[in-house]
T-cell receptor, first 113, second 114 residues
Framework: AQSVTQPDIHITVSEGASLELRCNYS??????LFWYVQSPGQGLQLLLK??????LVQGIKGFEAEFKRSQSSFNLRKPSVHWSDAAEYFC???????????FGTGTRLQVFP | EPEVTQTPSHQVTQMGQEVILRCVPI?????FYWYRQILGQKVEFLVS????????KSEIFDDQFSVERPDGSNFTLKIRSTKLEDSAMYFC????????????FGPGTRLLVL
């Protein structure tokens, strides 16, 4: 079955601390992987995506993610979190021959000053 | 930068009423989508639309739902007879082509069914 698991429902970090949000996927074909961010009351903004090639991808706002095929993971990282990063983060998987994205349940990030 | 827009931002309706949610995809995009997010839950795919027909739909997208591209710019989702469980945030998305292209999401319409 195709699915995305985000094991951490809620994460709290201090401003300036490093961050890693976990994402594991199950997908029968070559996966295309995405991280989206949703601020309160807002839509979904793409942070970064992986289709092929270099397994470490850079995104907006200083985020990066690493695709590890052997672990079926696509974890999101940021070296130093800012208070404005507080939001909900969604990992999603898609494929070449499908229209739909399958989303994880999201991780809510809280940042303390 | 072009973006997907949606109207209205909020809609309150009575159970059993019809609602139409509207979206204006990015102008050169050819594939259009609707997703929904029930409060506190994950975003779920509803339907995809290409070349004036549904290309893929989920089990959620039953006969109560329909989509249409009535003109060259708008893309609509109609719920014929709303139920309480249709209360959710509905997101429209579009992309240029299939494959690895990014889906760009609109800000959503929050629908509340009373």
């Amino acid at each position: 079955a195709q699915s995305v698991t985000q094991p951490d429902i809620h994460i709290t970090v201090s401003e300036g601390a490093s961050l890693e949000l976990r994402c594991n996927y199950s997908y029968g074909a070559t996966p295309y992987l995405f991280w989206y961010v949703q601020s309160p009351g807002q839509g979904l903004q793409l942070l970064l995506k992986y289709f092929s090639g270099d397994t470490l991808v850079q995104g907006i706002k200083g985020f990066e993610a690493e695709f590890k095929r052997s672990q079926s993971s696509f974890n999101l990282r940021k070296p130093s979190v800012h208070w404005s990063d507080a939001a909900e983060y969604f990992c999603a998987v898609g494929g070449y021959n499908t229209d739909k994205l399958i989303f994880g349940t999201g991780t809510r990030l809280q940042v303390f000053p | 930068e072009p973006e997907v827009t949606q109207t209205p931002s909020h809609q309150v309706t009575q159970m059993g009423q019809e609602v139409i949610l509207r979206c204006v995809p990015i102008s050169n995009h050819l594939y259009f989508y609707w997703y929904r997010q029930i409060l506190g839950q994950k975003v779920e795919f509803l339907v995809s639309f290409y070349n004036n027909e549904i290309s893929e739909k989920s089990e959620i997208f039953d006969d109560q739902f329909s989509v249409e591209r009535p003109d060259g710019s708008n893309f609509t989702l109609k719920i014929r007879s709303t139920k309480l469980e249709d209360s959710a945030m509905y997101f429209c998305a579009s992309r240029v082509r299939r494959g690895g292209e990014t889906q760009y999401f609109g800000p959503g319409t929050r629908l509340l069914v009373l």
